[in-house]
T-cell receptor
Framework: DAGITQSPRHKVTETGTPVTLRCHQT?????MYWYRQDPGHGLRLIHY???????DKGEVSDGYSVSRSKTEDFLLTLESATSSQTSVYFC??????????????FGPGTRLTVL | GEDVEQSLFLSVREGDSSVINCTYT??????LYWYKQEPGAGLQLLTY?????DMKQDQRLTVLLNKKDKHLSLRIADTQTGDSAIYFC?????????????FGGGTRVLVKP
């Protein structure tokens, strides 16, 4: 398995509080992604990073921010959590410099509940 | 943007073949992928196909691509109970768009003994 960890694995928080999820990789892959998974919607891209300090928005970025100060860490912050952000969050990494196709390796997920 | 659609559910008997279908909208997608998600876990790549191919076989897996109709299918031969999972189709936007993948909603496959 690719070396990807996510922390915390489970979190319950209250509406209006800030929350930060961490993704850590040991593979030195260039690209990192944050997705959310909701029933009926599959995985939807929140933000992604193509290098240290280089990030861009995905399709559902409102209410989320990210930072990548080191190759190995990609942080997702919910600035003021809302109940609609209750979801399972997955981090993924890839390095298409190695292959022509873009295999993404996924972390184990973080289940976030916003009350 | 890209839109990827899949049926929600498939039930199949052990030993039969399963066919999971997917449609996508962006004809410039370079690679198309099938990922598998087992309960409580992240996704794992099962197989992929380059857009200039129309078929790819990998052991029990056969991927068919109809580029004209923007239709992708995954056939699993001799389906086993361990194949019960959610299967996601994904289309790649290409390097100019950050190699982003757009995923379908997932097809839950239930294999009955």
């Amino acid at each position: 398995d690719a070396g990807i960890t996510q922390s915390p694995r489970h979190k319950v928080t209250e509406t209006g509080t800030p929350v930060t999820l961490r993704c850590h990789q040991t593979e030195n892959h260039r690209y990192m992604y944050w997705y959310r998974q909701d029933p009926g919607h599959g995985l939807r891209l929140i933000h992604y990073s193509y290098g240290v300090k280089d990030t861009d928005k995905g399709e559902v970025s409102d209410g989320y921010s990210v930072s990548r100060s080191k190759t190995e860490d990609f942080l997702l912050t919910l600035e003021s959590a809302t109940s609609s952000q209750t979801s399972v969050y997955f981090c993924a990494i890839s390095d298409s410099e190695l292959y022509a196709y873009n295999e993404q390796f996924f972390g184990p997920g973080t289940r976030l509940t916003v009350l | 943007g890209e839109d990827v659609e899949q049926s929600l559910f498939l039930s199949v008997r052990e030993g039969d073949s399963s066919v999971i279908n997917c449609t996508y909208t962006d004809s410039s997608s370079t690679y198309l992928y099938w990922y598998k998600q087992e309960p409580g876990a992240g996704l794992q790549l099962l197989t992929y196909i380059f857009s200039n191919m129309d078929m790819k076989q990998d052991q029990r897996l056969t991927v068919l691509l109809n580029k004209k109709d923007k239709h992708l299918s995954l056939r699993i031969a001799d389906t086993q109970t361990g194949d019960s999972a959610i299967y996601f189709c994904a289309a790649e936007a290409g390097r100019a768009a950050g190699n982003k993948l757009t995923f379908g909603g997932g097809t839950r496959v239930l294999v009955k003994p």
